[in-house]
C-alpha cells in the first residue's frame, strides 16, 4: 500500500476509535509497524522514538538524528493511555538502547482536559512498564510544548511538566528535555512560526529547532553512535 495512504488510514482509523472510545483506537498504526519490521527489521540498540503525531509527522527524524541510530514509532494523535498499552509492541521488541518519549499534549485537549496529576499518572505507567521489561533504559521526556492552537492549555502542560520533570530527578534513568525556551518568543508565548498551518505540529523549521535542542544531548549520551 502507498505509504502516505496507508498513514493516512492509520490516522482516520485511530481518531475514529478514539471518538468511539476504543482502548485499543491505534491497533491499525502498531499492526502496521510490525508489518514493516517484518520486512525491514530496523537496526539494533537504536533509540526509539514514540508517542503522539508530532513524531509521526517528523519524516526527517533519521536524517536530522544522523549519525544516531533512530526508529521512529509516533503514531497518531495518542493519549498517555495509549502509549502505556502498546509499550510492549514499540518499546521493548527493539531493544533499544533508550527511548524518546513525547505524550501528554492530546491529553489535555481530548476532549475534556485532563488534570496535570493525570498526565503525570500515566508518565509514572509508561516507565514502570518499560522498566519491567527493560531495567536499565534510559528514558528521556520531551516536555509538552507551547503551540498557538492550545495556548488555553498551558497552564495545565506547564504544571504537568514540573511534575514530570521532578520525577525524573529522583531517578538517574530518567531524563527530561525541555523545548519550551527555544520555541518561544520575548512575549513568552509560541512562535507562530514554527508551526504548520494548523498551529500545533511543528514544521521544517520547528523540527529544525527540535533537532537543535534533542540531538545534542543524545549524541553527548551515547557517543558511540556518533
Known amino acids: 500500500m502507498n505509504a502516505w495512504l496507508d498513514e493516512q488510514l492509520n490516522m482516520f482509523s485511530g481518531m475514529l476509535g478514539m471518538m468511539t472510545g476504543s482502548p485499543h483506537a491505534w491497533e491499525r498504526s502498531i499492526r502496521t509497524f510490525e508489518r514493516h519490521d517484518r520486512i525491514d527489521p530496523p537496526a539494533p540498540s537504536a533509540i526509539v522514538f514514540t508517542g503522539s503525531s508530532s513524531f509521526t509527522f517528523w519524516k526527517s527524524l533519521a536524517q536530522d538524528m544522523d549519525p544516531l541510530r533512530v526508529i521512529n514509532r509516533g503514531f497518531g494523535g495518542a493519549l498517555m493511555r495509549d502509549v502505556v498499552l502498546y509499550a510492549d509492541r514499540v518499546v521493548q521488541p527493539?531493544?533499544?538502547c533508550a527511548v524518546v518519549l513525547f505524550a501528554?499534549?492530546?491529553?489535555?485537549?481530548w476532549p475534556r482536559p485532563a488534570t496535570a496529576q493525570a498526565?503525570?499518572?500515566g508518565y509514572q505507567a509508561f516507565v514502570q512498564k518499560v522498566h519491567a521489561g527493560l531495567p536499565a533504559l534510559p528514558i528521556y521526556f520531551v516536555a509538552i510544548t507551547p503551540t498557538p492552537s492550545r495556548w488555553r492549555f498551558w497552564p495545565i502542560a506547564r504544571e504537568a511538566n514540573r511534575l514530570i520533570e521532578?520525577?525524573?530527578k529522583s531517578d538517574p534513568r530518567?531524563?527530561?528535555?525541555d523545548l519550551t525556551p527555544a520555541l518561544v518568543g520575548p512575549?513568552?508565548?509560541p512562535r507562530r512560526s514554527l508551526y504548520r498551518?494548523?498551529?500545533?505540529?511543528?514544521?521544517?523549521?520547528g523540527y529544525a529547532v527540535w533537532t537543535s535542542v534533542l540531538k545534542p544531548i543524545l549524541l553527548?549520551?551515547?557517543?558511540?553512535?556518533a
Open 174 to 177: 530518567l531524563h527530561f528535555i
Open 94 to 96: 527493539y531493544r533499544p
Open 119 to 121: 498526565v503525570f499518572d
Open 104 to 109: 501528554g499534549t492530546n491529553d489535555i485537549a
Open 166 to 168: 521532578a520525577e525524573t
Open 220 to 225: 553527548a549520551d551515547f557517543p558511540a553512535q
Open 187 to 189: 512575549d513568552g508565548r
Open 197 to 205: 498551518s494548523d498551529r500545533l505540529h511543528p514544521n521544517a523549521t
